[in-house]
């Protein structure tokens, strides 16, 4: 699924295709203020122009879940994908109403509900800040440069929402620190949930056919804008239409890739093949054993992990699916010679050399110390308590209480004046916390963390104790007060004298970690991210300087606008078509999970038509993050949801290959279809197709 | 552990010395008939002779269960290592009595207890036997060299033996394919429990502390072959010395290194580090954390779970260490400057390369089929089942019947006549079945195997149809009754036509896995191994034409004689001392598992002398297999028993760096006092100390 993801187990045949240079046909993750119009409309025959480009910006929209999405009608109605929102249904569910199983549906709005921590917001201007935030880290080296760079940033992000709740505005980096915009946001808290379908509807096919095609999956749902307690009026929303996508007819998909890798040196995608990727993976797989397993104690355990489940699940696919790009020795070698062709370019430019020196150098000597640093900072920085809801908001406290006593600009940048209100709505929207995953997940990352550091490193030695992470695991999460929303506020108010003075077990964990965790975020900021960032702004402008702007940057979960076509594919003498249908669904079902139908479905086979289009797959080049964002038409017109890549997008983090690499989408047809006829949603389906 | 394995975790920083010819000082497992004896006299000062390793190889055992030992009474005693004997003990123990954890001891020979399954075997012979089987597959390719190789090798095994069954034969191929011999064994088929220590004696520190070192593990245990319901008489063993190993010592391990990978080209090697290590971890990892959750659900279970759970999270480091010794740069360099110096030595002698010719293309062009059958090959054949009793047991059973109705020659060579009676052993031998693990094992092979080959591949389609992987495994483990060994033997006497007319689940299970299974290791067999077992041969030959016999073979789970001292290491500014002693254990135990005292251990502290040399280290060069191997002295003097390698020896598999790489002993001098003053086993003690 593209929340944040790219690929398909085993397609360790796939080639892809990397450009040495400009962006092929149908390639590219363009930002709004740099697509390519001209040649879209000439491939295609378009007429696109500017204020296409502002209507399809301002019905998109971002979910801080992870996600995109976009308004589909006057009355602040949103278009996103099942697995985008699931989480969300799952904190409304309980042990007695099961939403995921059973689907989510209002008669009304009064009984749509709130989704705990969504933010959602709509892209209002960018502005170039390029020169300010490169005049700040000007000259500096290491953690110097990360800390200037990073306070220029808060200072632009803070002027340019001066202090008005309803925005929010984010520096973002574009070609890996070539350019500096300030994305500004119009922002929504209350963000309710108003359909959506049975997991088995939703996700047909499960874990198997994840990231396959054909598929078969309703992997819609819609949420709806609230601003004092009413719906938000969205005139700027996009025409749902019910007719079928037409095979070869362009489309375009407007929303937010989370991440891509495409612009890193050799040096850097070596590093991510042979150590980050492979320990990233054993753990994760790891885990995902636990819950299987966990799954299977009981139908609690079953409904509380679902879940978590289906990310790590989800995850496990996509870094798969790179890492055995990685491991292609012919995919790696086409890389090779795209770094060779910029550097042989800038080398025959002798003032863009003597500016750009050897950026490619320096990076590559940051490895060793990415290699020394890497697990350390893993485990005891970037993925200390990896998927605790507890150790979450502790270390949220600790590090607030710490860092909100200083002057916005000194702080840890994630506690900057300008994040905090985002960090604040997740630290106190109530949200269930479920003991029994809190204590798996911290017994994991401890006895990980004693694993790949070894029992004698001091790290491990101040965090265990004498205990096990077994023990210390149960007895930090029995004993924590953190899942009630008023301690939690209590101690964030309170500061770090609350903080010290507190004597729950959860906050003292992070206490005990937090000296050895900033220590190597520091070294790492120093010898690893700062050196590397430095030296990628140097590449990005031997970029520009060989291919100019012809060039889309490395996706960073900012709205990006990407072409392409309804279009199947054909791989080794098979042609897999661009469309499937509910025909198709029914012959699929076999009555056991992951291929049971919902009974609803079951009991609505007759009244549906099975010729109806239900998913279908397009050229468009995207990636995690993207999950369900819109695909429209050149009027402007919503067709689907993209929720998945296929097979074949597996290396799409690191390349585009347009013969082999598809997205997936749900029709709007069979939604339309779907919501009368099996959830007789007619309000619903009123307010879309405005009859 | 060694038994099965070579590494630690993170030894990320660890560089591998990897020799281009002959072997470095303290490098090889040396075959007894090609000990470089002239060599390690002058290099140690000592007069070994041929004698003394004919002394050492009659009282060296092999045990079936992929184990090391030695023979260290008159009266049939054998040493091995705890590790070598937990599947024995776990299978002697119920839900009553609990040997793995409470420890096995025996008040007299009458308590001794037989392990299933287990076989011992003592090398009488060894015959070289390179021209016939040479002879037999010359001009063959792909499968009929597979073949015809094989059939060569069963008839020379059927002759040897000639019907005695007293003795076990097995054709050895060294140097992978450059030489054949013929290893002939006596062989002893009722070997009995004696004693083992509590799990948490044997394998204190557990996984966290697997391979690392310093060590406080009384990973040891000893068993009593019998024959004829009496205990063997054995002349030749080795004496046991209850003092402590000297620093600097000479030492020697006489065991059965099971695999090692040095030889392999670097295609080979490529193949192994992007694609074979990485999904066999990947699948291992799950499997881990599905038996960590399933311990955790009750005493029970864990109980049951114990000894599979070490299995797998020992080869998960064993892999772990691997696949990072193999991600290293400057390691893949060394291989690939090794392999170009053979290469140009060969170039450089005519006739040697044009006998020669170029089997390294020959072995790269192969990778390519490795890479389209792996997946397949894994799921359906080689791991097919993987981990369930009753999987291997329906199996042995459909091919048995399939196959015995052939003549030898023409059989799957597992079912040679020469191997049946192991094959029968293993069948027979009663056994307890946990239906709870081998639903998960069943459950865990299904769902990956759907994974990996997606959920239409005809193959899953075949062996699912419309069950889930669960229900399947749930079905087929409550409906067989293949955990009955009566049961067994019927189906197995009663040949094709039972197994056909049987309607146990697993049966029917197996025989529809069958044909695919058969049709991928065919294709594995004509495209992969055939080829290149066929170059490998002629590699070998190019490096005997090279450098003689002045290398060793790659590993093969025979007898092999390494030789080295009692030494520590530095690296980093480190220095580790070559010893641990009793003060040790206390002062690193924390109360908490895996750091927990069997109570014995707490309640003779008084007793025992702090000073004793507990574990040690040597610069022997061993791997997986070779746990429970004696490391002896000059003298014959047994010292201890090698249970597993330092961090530095990760890379083992495929190179030696006698700077780093370390042999973990437990001493004879600890096991004496532990017997006497921890276990009260006076019997056991006189016995070996002959007082």
């Not at 509807?201 to 949420?223: E, H, I, K, Q, S």
């Not at 924590?480 to 729950?504: F, Q």
């Not at 000296?515 to 190597?520: I, L």
């Amino acid at each position: 699924m593209t929340h944040s993801k790219s690929g398909r187990a085993l397609a360790l045949a796939a080639a892809l295709a990397v450009s040495a240079g400009p962006a092929f046909a149908d390639e590219g993750m363009w930002t709004f203020d740099n697509f390519p119009l001209a040649r879209v409309n000439a491939a295609y025959g378009l007429k696109l122009d500017q204020k296409w480009l502002d209507r399809v910006q301002a019905a998109s929209v971002r979910l801080t879940t992870g996600c995109s999405a976009s308004l589909v009608s006057p009355q602040g109605l949103v278009l996103t994908n099942h697995h985008c929102v699931v989480e969300c249904v799952q904190d409304l569910s309980s042990g007695q109403t099961d939403y995921v199983k059973d689907g989510f549906l209002t008669a009304g709005r009064a009984e749509e509900r709130k989704c705990p921590g969504m933010q959602a917001e709509v892209l209002v201007s960018i502005d170039d800040v390029t020169d300010e935030i490169k005049a700040a880290s000007a000259g500096k080296a290491g953690q110097d440069f990360v800390r200037a760079r990073d306070a220029a940033q808060a200072a632009a992000e803070s002027r340019a929402c001066a202090g008005d709740d309803r925005f929010r505005c984010q520096t973002v980096s574009l070609y890996r620190g070539g350019q500096f915009k300030l994305y500004k946001y119009r922002k929504y808290s209350d963000v309710r949930l108003v359909f959506a379908p049975e997991l088995a509807t939703a996700f047909f096919g499960g874990d198997p056919d994840n990231f396959n095609f054909p598929r078969y999956n309703l992997d819609m749902a819609f949420l709806r804008l609230y601003e004092g307690e009413r719906p938000v009026a969205t005139p700027q929303h996009l025409t749902w239409v019910s007719r079928a996508p037409q095979e070869g007819e362009a489309v375009f998909v407007s929303g937010n890739p989370g991440s891509t890798d495409r612009m890193l040196t050799v040096a850097q995608l070596e590093t991510l093949r042979d150590l980050a990727i492979p320990v990233g993976q054993l753990q994760r797989s790891e885990m995902r054993g636990r819950l299987i397993r966990f799954s299977e104690e009981s139908p609690e355990h079953k409904r509380i992990a679902t879940d978590p489940l289906f990310g790590i699940e989800n995850s496990f696919k996509v870094f798969f699916g790179r890492q055995f790009a990685l491991n292609d020795k012919a995919f790696m070698d086409a890389k090779r010679a795209q770094e060779a062709e910029l550097k042989a370019k800038v080398a025959a430019n002798a003032s863009l050399a003597a500016d750009i020196g050897d950026p490619w150098s320096e990076i590559a000597a940051a490895q060793a110390a990415y290699a020394n640093h890497f697990v350390a900072w893993r485990q005891l920085e970037s993925a200390a308590g990896q998927y605790s809801l507890l150790y979450d908001y502790a270390r949220t406290l600790v590090r607030g209480g710490e860092e909100r006593a200083k002057v916005s600009a000194e702080r840890l940048p994630e506690f900057g004046d300008t994040r905090l209100p985002l960090v604040e709505k997740r630290l106190f929207d109530e949200k269930p916390v479920d003991p029994a995953l809190e204590e798996v997940y911290l017994a994991f990352w401890l006895s990980k963390t004693r694993e790949y550091l070894t029992t004698d490193h001091p790290a491990v030695k101040t965090l265990l104790g004498k205990e096990s992470p077994e023990g210390l695991a149960a007895r930090a999460v029995a004993g924590s007060k953190l899942a009630d929303p008023a301690v939690r506020r209590a101690l964030w108010e309170g500061g770090k004298a609350a903080i010290e003075a507190s004597d729950d077990p959860m906050i003292q964990l992070v206490l005990r970690n937090d000296p050895a965790a900033r220590a190597v975020r520091k070294a790492w900021e120093a010898e690893v991210s700062g050196p590397t960032d430095a030296a990628a702004e140097r590449i990005a402008r031997a970029r520009f300087g060989v291919y100019g702007d012809a060039v889309y940057p490395d996706a960073t979960f900012t709205l990006r606008l990407s072409y392409g076509k309804v279009e199947g594919w054909s791989h080794r003498g098979v042609t897999v078509p661009a469309t499937t249908n509910f025909a198709g669904l029914y012959e699929r079902a076999t009555g056991a999970e992951p291929y049971e139908l919902a009974s609803r479905w079951i009991a609505a086979q007759d009244k549906l038509n099975p010729e109806t289009v239900y998913n279908f797959v397009t050229t468009n080049d995207i990636i995690g993050g993207n999950s369900g964002s819109p695909v429209l038409n050149a009027r402007g017109e919503v067709l689907g949801a993209a929720f998945d890549g296929n097979i074949h997008s597996l290396g799409g983090a690191y390349g585009y290959d347009g013969t082999l690499n598809r997205t997936v989408v749900v029709s709007t047809a069979a939604a339309t279809e779907a919501l009368s006829k099996v959830y007789g949603q007619t309000a619903l389906v009123r307010e879309l197709t405005r009859k």
